[in-house]
């Protein structure tokens, strides 16, 4: 099912993911909706469609992940991920409630966010998770928490300052619980996640880990307002 991965020929398999992380932050360093928002020059519907989006992909991220974590303890595989997968669903769990409440803030009521239409890059992201994590292999969703995780250390912890101090939409300072809680909470996870996927040794399993890193790299940008 997945083609030959750089682990294969003898290059580290956790770098390669590495590599996939930095390489969703230079895409989005890139898209010009994605840099106003790490500026904090992002306007006001800029910022509501960011939201938008993000609360249609992340509300399942707590199934998605306590199926994969489910579905390897029923196949009776590797119970040390299927445990740190029931334990990120848990972690994840009600991330959107902080997103319809900044939204809320902004003049944006849930009727509006409910019925607001997703992008094609959600539809994607959830479509493949959801996929891996009910009848592909369950380990790959950790390809796709990785490269978030990498992204929010990378670039959420400025954010929230950066909006504070362009202030270019009114009410940003009760609208940014789901950007300063990611910053602060994905801190240490990327290096966890790393000494745990290192324990992971078969192949299968390491690609599945890597075509998920590098479908949601390539999905995730798609989140935000075409330039």
């Known amino acids: 099912m997945y083609t030959q991965t750089e682990q294969q020929v003898g290059i580290d398999w956790v770098s390669v993911l590495e590599q996939e992380g930095k390489a969703l932050v230079a895409a989005l360093d890139a ?9 904090g020059t992002i306007d006001t519907e800029g910022y509501i469609h960011y939201l938008i989006q993000t609360y249609h992909y992340a509300r399942w ?32 769990k009600g991330h959107e409630k902080w997103l319809l409440s900044d939204l809320k803030n902004l003049g944006c009521s849930e009727a509006r966010v409910e019925a607001a239409a997703r992008t094609p890059a959600v539809d994607a992201y959830t479509g493949w998770n959801f ?44 609208s940014v619980t789901f950007l300063r809680s990611h910053g602060a909470l994905d801190g240490d996870h990327v290096a966890e996640m790393e000494s745990v996927l290192r324990t992971l040794t078969d192949r299968e399993d390491q690609a599945a880990v890597i075509f998920s890193a590098r479908a949601t790299r390539c999905i995730y940008p798609g989140i935000f307002r075409e330039a």
């Open 131 to 174: 996929f891996t994590s009910r009848s592909g292999v369950p380990t790959a969703v950790l390809g796709t928490a990785y490269v978030l995780e990498y992204l929010s250390q990378a670039r959420a912890s400025g954010v929230v300052e950066r909006l504070f101090e362009v202030d270019a939409i009114p009410n940003i300072r009760k």
């Open 61 to 92: 991220s707590t199934p998605m992940l306590a199926e994969a974590g489910h579905r390897l303890k029923r196949q009776g595989r590797l119970p040390h991920l299927a445990e740190l997968l029931i334990q990120k669903a848990g972690e994840e």
């Open 31 to 39: 898209h010009p909706d994605a840099r106003r928002l790490f500026d």
